[in-house]
């Protein structure tokens, strides 16, 4: 080992750096440019695997690598201001492109500080490859500084991980830790490098088939026969619904292509999950908004009371069915995932169908088109318009205040024309962009669904950006979720990526408080913000732009320059404090017994959460 | 349903539980054990037993028998959940494949003198027993079985002067020709 590191950089690779040093280049084994020590390999395996940009943060245990990024130009670096913005950039960067995010940070803090971004990849299933530094293996377990057990902690929050201890190893291990993020249900993985496996010289070799873990098979293709029982069921159906996910987004934008030709098919209404936003165009016909806790009226509605079910890559999810004994009572269920773990996890289902969702949903439209009719549903469709007609997503209008669906709206409308990529953070915000801004294509939208991490939009929106330099970026954000990584914006001026950070400001945690009010009898314990920054000076603090909007008059103006402005934006859009985000299923009840806007008077919702504490 | 105030929906599953048998072989890698684990303490499965060790050396195979209890749904999430770990070749369910052998291995520390001593190695006699160390005062039995017979032995041996038992946990393989 010791300190050789680019010291010993061939210069017969066949991609030369500019600095490497030929007087060092005597030994035999340096004529071949396999021959490189770990550092120069892991940014070789990133050029390999066609890695353009990588979020990182330097230090300690990672310095021989950020050396070798220092003499190549084909990876570039961005870096961030805290290892979470790494890890969220990287899932924006992941999810807009379909191409894996990679990040690199150091030991120790480093890597526990990437821990919530690689949970919430996990949950929301995005191929993330993250390496690690990692104190000299001699000093492993001798609590050095700097050290933690990074495979141990991270161990229940990636898909996979891997402490590397020899440098022969890294090569294989690295094409696999590709392989397994971006194949069968994506995920996050971690590669942890100690620092004299870093230095040390060993072989690289190029991605090979062989670097897969023999013992990883994920299932592609559908059995053909679940195949032709699904269709028999969509054929025979009276009542259908079908009820997209994440794995379509995921899966690529063939399954999107596909989902939407099944609709047209067979003429079904559909309806997605948060994560599953953009497969289906919000502007196609057969579409119902987004289902759930707080989906509309007519989508859930139509969940409960169909007889058949096709479920694309989507987990029944508990903010999704509701009460589960409830939960669509009368249908037969088609489950389409690559997880097997996904099936009969929450709700059991007739039908499963391993696989991928554009490789199955090819297979199905062929047999349905092969083999079955069109079914007539024209009397289910009269009883959708029915509860369509209730316009769940109404709200109070004021030319006073800014509504925040208002202020959504009208951010959709002047983004319109545009090529938009939407983030958010999470919270009441993050349900009224996905209520109120219409998607059209898929990977268009990037939110933290499962984990519910605040904080993921502003750094997500900078991956975004980093992907499609010359996109519209816009985070929808929270007062209280903006300030959580709110460091970024530094990064976003270092790099000129010209994010736009749209602040729905009600200056409360506003969910928090929702629930608050809705289940602890108004009692709004640590849900409001007594001290917020000025956010547009906090934007002339960063060096970007800051802009506001206090009345509803204000925005049609303040909307058009943010999008004119091609450097980064702080909107502080100061919005009605109090709006409560609704539809809205109470919890313990079904998906037949939601609160809409209109009775959602203070009797009404008392009543709906009389099973919870009594409301004041 | 009346449930306190939550954000989560609060359900009481009252499906009856069942003890099943499960086979897996892994990659033996470093971690991997640990990954099996985390799995159960993570989701809050139980685990009645566990029993892992090398299988094939050469081809860096483990053999891990879990005994584990839970809800039939609950059962099938633990078997796919294990599927699809990376290292995790194959997991076999040998309570439902119903054609498997399971046996564990206890020793077991009796002490006493005079009648009861004579007693503790007529029943260790009787469950086939074999004595690996005798002291004047004691004895440690080897006991090879099903878990049942194992606890029963036990139970014999408490008013004897059980001193201490050492139990592997149930390893377990499936009857006939073929492999896992």
């Known amino acids: 080992m010791g300190l050789s590191g680019p010291f010993l950089f061939p210069e017969t690779d066949t991609k030369p750096l500019a600095t490497a040093h030929p007087e060092q280049t005597m030994t035999d084994k340096s004529n071949d440019p396999n021959q490189m020590t770990g550092a120069a390999m892991i940014v070789r395996a990133l050029i390999d695997h066609g890695v353009q940009h990588i979020f990182g943060y330097p230090g300690g245990a990672v310095l021989p690598i950020y050396d070798e990024i220092f003499q190549q130009s084909e990876v570039e670096h961005i870096l961030v201001r805290h290892e979470q913005g790494a890890g969220h950039a990287a899932e924006g960067y992941a999810r807009s492109t379909g191409k894996p995010g990679v990040v690199l940070v150091t ?414 009898g108004n009692r709004l314990s640590h849900s409001y913000s007594e001290a917020l920054p000025d956010f547009v000076k906090l934007a002339d603090a960063f060096g970007c732009v800051g802009l506001q909007a206090i009345k509803p008059s204000d925005l049609d103006g303040a909307l058009k320059e943010m999008i004119k402005i091609k450097r980064p934006v702080l909107f502080d859009c100061r919005v009605a404090a109090l709006e409560n985000c609704f539809p809205m299923i109470p919890s313990g009840k079904a998906h037949n017994e939601m609160l809409l806007p209109v009775e959602a008077t203070d009797e009404a919702t008392a009543a709906a959460f009389a099973g919870g504490k009594a409301l004041v | 349903m009346n449930q306190p105030a939550s954000a989560y929906f609060l359900e009481d599953r009252h499906d009856p539980n069942e003890t099943h048998t499960l086979s897996v072989l892994v990659q033996n890698e470093p971690g991997v054990l640990a990954r099996v684990i985390g799995l159960f303490s993570g989701r809050g499965y139980n685990i009645d037993s566990l029993t892992v060790s090398e299988t094939e050396s050469q081809k860096h195979l483990s053999r891990i028998t879990i005994v584990t209890s839970g809800t039939p749904m609950v059962i099938e999430q633990i078997k796919h959940q294990l599927d699809r770990m990376i290292p995790v070749y194959r997991v076999v369910d040998m309570t439902i494949t119903g054609r498997s052998i399971e046996r564990e291995l206890a020793m077991v520390k009796v002490r006493g003198r005079g009648d009861s001593r004579v007693e503790a190695l007529r029943l260790a006699d009787a469950f086939r027993a074999r004595v690996i160390d005798a002291t004047t005062e004691s004895f440690v039995f080897e006991i090879t079985g099903n878990s049942s017979k194992i606890s029963q032995f036990i139970d014999l041996m408490r008013p004897l002067g059980l001193v201490e038992v050492s139990r592997t946990g149930v390893a377990a393989i499936g009857r006939g020709p073929e492999g896992m």
Not at chain 1, 172 to 183: C, G, I, W
Not at chain 1, 196 to 225: E, I, N
Not at chain 1, 246 to 269: D, H, W, Y
């Open chain 1, 107 to 520: 030991s120790g803090p480093g890597a526990t500080n990437m821990v919530t971004a690689l949970t919430d990849a996990l949950m929301d299933s995005i191929p993330l490859v993250c390496i690690t530094g990692q104190v000299p293996t001699h000093l492993i377990g001798n609590d050095a500084f700097q050290e933690c057990d990074t495979v141990g902690i991270t161990r229940p929050c990636t898909k996979h991980n891997w402490l590397v201890r020899d440098v022969n190893d890294l090569a294989k291990v690295l094409h696999e830790a590709f392989y397994v993020a971006t194949t069968g249900r994506p995920g996050p993985v971690v590669v942890d490098v100690p620092k004299d496996v870093q230095f040390a010289v060993g072989t690289y070799h190029p991605p090979r088939k062989d670097d897969v873990h023999v013992s990883y098979t994920p299932r592609v293709k559908g059995d053909a026969q679940q195949i032709r029982k699904a269709v028999a069921l969509l054929a025979s159906a009276k009542r259908p619904v079908i009820y997209s996910g994440g794995g379509v987004i995921n899966s690529g934008l063939e399954a999107s292509k596909l989902l939407r030709e099944l609709v047209e098919v067979t003429g079904f209404p559909i309806t997605s999950t948060l994560m599953g936003l953009g497969a289906y165009p919000a502007s196609g016909k057969n579409w119902l908004g987004m289902l759930g806790m707080h989906g509309t009226y007519e989508a859930n509605m139509t969940m409960h009371d169909c007889d058949v079910m096709l479920c694309v890559g989507a987990r029944f999810d508990d903010r999704i069915t509701g009460r589960t004994d409830a939960f669509s009572p009368g249908s037969k269920k088609i489950h389409i995932d690559i997880d097997p773990s996904s099936i009969n996890k929450n709700i059991r289902v007739d039908v499963p169908i391993i696989g991928d969702a554009a490789n199955v949903l090819g297979d199905l439209l062929q047999v349905f088109k092969a083999e079955a009719k069109k079914p007539d549903i024209k009397a289910w469709w009269q009883e959708i318009a029915k509860w369509r007609a209730r316009n769940s997503l109404s709200y109070k209008k004021s030319n006073e205040i800014i509504l925040p669906q208002y202020a959504i709206q009208k951010l959709f409308e002047a983004t319109r024309g545009h090529d938009t990529y939407i983030t958010t953070e999470v919270g009441q915000h993050q349900m009224w962009a996905a209520q109120f801004f219409g998607f059209e294509e898929p990977h268009r939208w990037m939110t933290s669904g499962g984990l519910g991490t605040m904080g993921y939009g502003l750094p997500a929106a900078l991956g975004v950006q980093v992907a499609h330099p010359d996109s519209l970026v816009i985070d929808i954000a929270g007062d209280a979720s903006v300030q959580m990584t709110m460091q970024e914006m530094s990064t976003a001026v270092q790099f000129e990526l010209p994010i736009k950070i749209f602040i729905l400001n009600n200056q409360y945690m506003g969910m928090v408080r929702q629930w608050q009010q809705l289940l602890h």
